[in-house]
């Protein structure tokens, strides 16, 4: 039975970076985030439902329509909430599936609203990597190119990051004053005797 663990933290926080280390030790990661976008190109149901809700302009030659969707969302907490109540279940149970197939003592599922969605429920632990906010304000606007009012925005619709911190298992420090790999290094030995338990 493999150990099921769930990586998380605010935007720009380092989640992708911390994921990438586990990989390079051999442990497999999901990738919610594009496992999403994917399932919103694949899944004919939810692309179906999709529509169903925020119209034909939501794809365009069969793929999504991310713009539209983005200004669709970003402005309306309720169409945001529809569209993860949409995506969120979906994604879930691909995870869960791709979960049951691996073989390595544990497996890493990489997702920034692992609490929001109540995916916890199916892990075992939960990682959460911590960074300040000012740094992670800085880091996406430089990532993503967008304005330091549009972090904001998106930061919202995150829980309070104190909050998801406290109800991890494990925190991982991305503050630029603490090294990540010797902490990952750590945290996989401890993971690895949890999972021989």
Not at 52 to 62: L, N, R, T
Not at 126 to 153: A, F, T, Y
Request: charged letters at 25%; proline letters at 3%.
């Amino acid at each position: 039975m493999v150990l099921r663990v769930g990586l998380t933290g605010g935007i720009a926080s380092g989640k992708t970076t911390v994921a990438g280390i586990f990989e390079v030790l051999g442990i497999p990661v999901y990738y919610a985030d594009e496992a999403a976008k994917r399932l919103m190109n694949e899944n004919t149901a939810l692309k179906e439902k999709i529509i169903q809700h925020f119209g034909d302009a939501a794809y365009q030659d069969g793929l999504l329509n991310r713009p539209y969707i983005s200004q669709q969302v970003f402005q309306n907490k309720e169409k945001l909430e529809l569209l993860n109540a949409l995506v969120h279940p979906v994604t879930i149970k691909d995870g869960n599936d791709w979960i049951q197939k691996q073989t390595s003592a544990y497996a890493i599922k990489e997702a920034a609203l692992i609490f929001e969605s109540n995916s916890q429920v199916d892990l075992d632990y939960v990682i959460g990597v911590h960074s300040p906010e000012s740094l992670r304000i800085q880091r996406s606007m430089k990532r993503d190119n967008i304005s330091r009012d549009k972090v904001l925005l998106r930061m919202k619709n995150q829980m309070d990051e104190e909050e998801k911190m406290k109800r991890c298992d494990f925190v991982i420090y991305n503050n630029e004053e603490q090294a990540i790999v010797p902490q990952v290094l750590e945290l996989n030995r401890k993971l690895l005797q949890l999972a021989q338990q």
